[in-house]
Each structure stands twice: as C-alpha cells, then as structure tokens.
C-alpha cells in the first residue's frame, strides 16, 4: 500500500491510498464516508488487501472530510480520540470523486469499478448522475444514507444547527460547535451548516421523502448495491431500503445483504471484503 496525493480541479490536494497490484486491467476506486479513512475504518484496508491478494488493484478515495479531524480526551473511555468533519465543503463533492476517477484513468485502468460507503455513496450516485464521462464501467453502492432521515435520528442535530445558525449570525462561522454533531462528531459552525443544507447528498429519500430521486434515474451504468442486514438507519427494513432506491434508478441492479452487519459492517469487514470481490470477479 502507498499512499497518494490527489490534486483537485479547485487546487485543493486529497489525500488518498493505493493498493497496487501492478496489473492494468481492474482498478476499484473506493470513497470512504464521513469520519473515515483508511487508518479509521478496517472495512476499507481489508478491502483494498484481499483485492490486492487476487491481483486487482484498488485507490481508496478520502475526500475532504476524511482528515479534517479533531483530537479530543474521551474521559469515559479514558483515551484519545480523534474524529469529526471539522472542515468540508460538501457542495464540491463532484470535484472530489472526479478527481480520483481521473487519477485511475490517467494510471491506465481498462476498467474501473466506483464504489462508496455510507456517505461516500451518496458521492459516487452525486457524480455518477452528473459526469458527461465513461470512465466508470460499474458502481457498487454500500449502506447509503436517507441524509433527512439520518439528521432525524441522529442525535442533537436541532441542537446543533441552532447553535451554527447562532455562531454565523456572531460572525463564528469558523469556529467548532460546543456539541458533537450527531453525536459523534466535531464540527464548525459552516461545516454543520453546509451539511445540512446539502441538498446534492439528499439522493436517496426514500424515507423521509426529502430530496431528489433525479441522481438515481441519471444513473447511466448497471451496478450492485450493498448493505448489512442491521443497518440501523434504514427503519429496520435494510433490504426493502435498497429495493426502493433501486426502484428509481434506469436499471434493476443487484442487491446483496450481508447477515448480521451493521451500518459499518463492525466485525464483519472480512466478509464485506468477500462480497466486493465477488461482484468484481462477476461482474467484470
């Protein structure tokens, strides 16, 4: 594994992953959701390493919220932790994914797979709906997120937003909120703000009924979508969370559900490894 630095068409450099398996032929390209990247969350490096081991390569995609963290004392868990999405400009989320799409095409990938992660696949559906290219020969969508829903079930969001709306109108923008958005997370003022009002991330209503269904129907490739079978942000219906998604969507893709994960696949990143696999060697 390497690690890479992605230049966007804003100037700005992400910082990513690749697990180089110095065939041209298959690459994945991977976006991680919000608070995750590679040395966070296992699901994406035990991914990126049995790909490897079958000889397909793969770029794991940190946008810019990857790596705007904030190390804190969790005083209950006596340790540090570090998190959060203390900067982001979720508006640019296109800019973000077309980067690394064109980083693989430009190393020479014959086929690139793009896949996402809870908040990253509500990215790759944002761009998929929205490039004029065809680089992407197939997507794989893992547990995206009802965003409306998601700040409906999450805790302290009101809270929040109140407190960003109170900082802005001070000129406080900039600064970090006295709460944890969504209970898990550090976050400015703008940041939180932007979030909420990201109307480009609300892809998948089919909960709330807020959003737009246009990305999924803009959709003009066939892919797979993925999702743990106790997925807590899906109404204790995981699988009829996707069916409804892949309802709008101008293909009928497949849908797998992976037995006794959650939103995260906690415990169960060897087997969403297995899955994505699978699909490759399948489907490509």
């Not at 709906?129 to 998601?150: C, E, G, M, Q, R």
């Not at 994960?261 to 087997?271: L, P």
């Amino acid at each position: 594994m390497d690690l890479i630095r992605v230049a966007t068409k804003r100037n700005l450099e992400l910082k990513g992953a690749i697990f180089d398996s110095n065939s041209k032929d298959t690459v994945l390209v991977l976006i991680s959701g919000i608070c995750s990247n590679l040395f966070q969350n296992d699901l994406l490096y035990q991914t990126g390493r049995l790909l490897l081991n079958n000889n397909i390569s793969t770029i794991i995609g940190h946008t810019m919220d990857a790596f705007s963290c904030f190390s804190y004392s969790d005083k209950k868990a006596k340790k540090q932790k570090t998190t959060g999405v203390i900067f982001d400009e979720f508006d640019k989320v296109f800019d973000d994914v077309d980067s690394y799409v064109n980083y693989a095409k430009n190393l020479g990938y014959k086929k690139i797979v793009l896949a996402g992660h809870s908040l990253g696949s509500n990215k790759i559906i944002h761009y998929l709906a929205n490039t004029k290219d065809d680089f992407v020969d197939y997507f794989i969508v893992s547990s995206p997120v009802d965003l409306v829903h998601w700040f409906n079930v999450m805790p302290d969001i009101n809270k929040c937003i109140e407190k960003a709306r109170e900082f802005k109108a001070k000129n406080r923008q900039n600064d970090i909120l006295p709460y944890l958005f969504g209970g898990f997370s550090p976050i400015s003022a703008r940041a939180a703000l932007d979030f909420y009002n990201a109307d480009n991330l609300k892809n998948c209503p089919v909960i709330s009924g807020v959003g737009e269904i246009r990305s999924l129907a803009s959709i003009r490739i066939k892919g797979t979508f993925v999702i743990g079978e106790l997925d807590s942000l899906t109404e204790n219906d995981p699988r009829g969370f996707l069916e409804k998604i892949n309802s709008y969507c101008r293909y009928k893709n497949d849908i797998i559900t992976i037995e006794n994960a959650s939103h995260i696949f906690y415990n169960k990143h060897d087997q969403y490894a297995q899955v994505i696999l699978e699909i490759i060697k399948e489907k490509l």
